[in-house]
């Protein structure tokens, strides 16, 4: 049994996917207020967060400007994995103590893309978040 078995998001993979999915994953904790990474880092993976809280803000004119935050169960940086080149655009910070499991982005984009249920469920998520992001004032990217 693979610790991506309780990732909903992933139901539709057999359970060989999962276990070569797991393969390119990593378990990783935060205590809180650790920087998970910052805007404009290379986004070399996706994660799952397990347990925990992720704030996601952009600092701008001396302030910072949260978006929101990332609550167990869901994913975060898939924008930056599958939309923008590869790059943060916002940063990233546990709130408490953290719990993630990273997915190294050549092997989330490659399953994703042999299972169209998986990446229209990315996909929906990355609209939902972009048009948060629209409502907030200030946001440049």
């Not at 539709?12 to 404009?40: P, T």
């Amino acid at each position: 049994m693979s610790f991506l078995d309780s990732v909903d998001m992933l139901s539709s993979l057999s359970q060989q996917e999962k276990e070569n999915l797991a393969l390119f994953c990593q378990e990783k904790y935060l205590s809180a207020w650790d920087q998970l990474f910052l805007e404009w880092d290379e986004a070399n993976a996706m994660y799952f967060l397990a347990e925990g809280k992720i704030e996601i803000y952009k600092e701008r004119a001396w302030e910072e400007i949260i978006l929101w935050e990332i609550k167990a169960e869901e994913i975060l940086w898939e924008m930056a994995v599958f939309w923008w080149e590869g790059v943060r655009m916002a940063s990233a910070r546990a709130i408490k103590d953290t719990k993630l499991i990273t997915m190294l982005s050549f092997s989330i984009k490659e399953i994703a893309f042999k299972h169209p249920d998986l990446m229209i469920k990315i996909e929906n998520i990355i609209k939902s978040r972009e048009e948060k992001n629209q409502k907030i004032k200030g946001i440049d990217y």
